[in-house]
């Protein structure tokens, strides 16, 4: 919990670390924004011209982890939106892994054969400014009736080869211990479920939401496993280490997902110091995520080589514990970014080949000027490759959102 002087005189000690008065004095205006920092001029207009694309929230305890006054803060920059978001992209899609072609039923994701992926809200704590689900987070056609979570089990049920469901979202902890005591109930009922996992941020964006009821309850339903999802050093603070103290006393195994973000977290100073204080807390690094290709993040990602250059140095530098795995989620499943699965650069794209052999053309163009640390073999792209289309120019979505007349171009 931060100094009593730090919080503000409308909380007492205990409404702080009261997840739900959290949740219910989460910030969404500038000027609310403005009672922990200076925003810019530039984060201000952009509060206000990304209202209609994706929902801005901030819970106070992520809003104190801020520096009031760097705007390259990486807290600030994972959470409140800047005019790049309404630049041009070199994508014009909000769903590059069709996960909208992969639900049987809604918000269901059905891609790997024995395992599912159940996004059972679109309520997040804070809306990440990267979010892979940004179609769908915080809008309120995505949110589940209680018959429509039941046409999920119903559809979990009657497919036998799934044995482990992911319950993610949005943020499956947003859900109150009734919700959730009603929901895992009925999947421990299905014999063929053998793990749930959980997909949650709550132990960085809100950690008082991990109460002792919370852990019970979940200790009662194991196996559980949950992943979270520390992006830099300065989240791992003393709460969210207590958080991940009262889940591991649970019994709750707890690993870590990480999204490679430009200017972020993509060094290897910051990267080892994220890992080893994982470790530290014992989470197992798990994942190190390629930024996806959602419209309206090219400001957020890297060039596949920075990631490659950095899991490189840390091999032999620390733990192996603390290093992850460096992926990319691709509609044909995740593949190691590592030079097993990595064939080489085709131009404005990265080849590699996906587990059961198909080959991806990861539209990743270098930055003007920029020097790779590392460089990829020159490869040809074969006929055969799968890829997204690249088009640069305002994605539709946000151009029609902001009123914008400007149009993508096909590359
Ligand atoms: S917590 Fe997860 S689902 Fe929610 S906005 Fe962040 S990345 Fe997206």
Known sequence: MPAPSTIPARATPADWTNWRWQMQNRIHSAEALADWIHPTPDERAAIEKTDDIFRWNVTPYYAHLMDADDPSCPIRRQVVPTMDELGPDIVNGMDPLDETGHSPVKNLIHNYEDRVAFCITAECAVYCRYCLRKRMVGDASFFMRTDEHQAALDYIAAHDEIRDVL??????????EDNL??????????????????????????????????????????????????????????????????????????????????????????????????????????????????????????????????????????????????????????????????????????????????????????????????????????????????????????????GDASTSVPD
């Not at 319950?167 to 109150?176: A, E, K, Q, S, V």
């Not at 009922?189 to 997909?199: N, P, Q, S, T, W």
């Not at 490189?312 to 097993?340: C, Q």
């Open 181 to 402: 005591e009603w929901l895992l109930s009925r999947l421990r009922a299905i014999d063929h479920v053998e793990l749930i996992r959980f997909g949650t941020r709550m132990p960085v964006k809100l950690p008082y939401r991990i109460t002792d009821a919370l852990c019970d309850l979940l200790a009662r339903h194991h196996p559980i496993w949950v992943n979270t999802h520390f992006n830099h050093p300065k989240e791992l603070t003393d709460d969210a280490a207590a958080a991940i103290d009262r889940l591991k006393s649970a019994g709750v195994p707890v690993g870590n997902q990480t999204v490679l973000l430009r200017g972020i977290n993509d060094d290897v100073e910051t990267m080892k110091a994220l890992n080893e204080g994982l470790v530290r807390m014992r989470v197992r690094p798990y994942y190190l995520y390629q930024a996806q290709l959602i419209g309206g993040t090219a400001h957020l990602r890297t060039p596949i080589e920075t990631g490659m250059h950095i899991l490189r140095e840390l091999r032999g530098r620390t733990s192996g514990f603390a290093i992850p795995d460096y992926v990319l989620d691709t509609p044909h499943g995740k593949v190691p970014l590592n030079r097993s699965y990595v064939k080489g650069r085709a131009g404005d794209r990265v080849l590699m080949e996906s587990y059961d052999g198909t080959l991806w053309a990861e539209p990743n163009p270098l930055p003007d000027a920029y020097e790779p640390p590392l460089r990829l073999p020159a490869v040809e792209l074969p006929d055969e490759a799968d890829t997204l289309p690249m088009e640069r120019g305002v994605p539709d979505a946000i151009a029609s959102a902001v």
């Open 167 to 176: 319950l993610t979202g949005g943020d499956p902890l947003t859900f109150n």
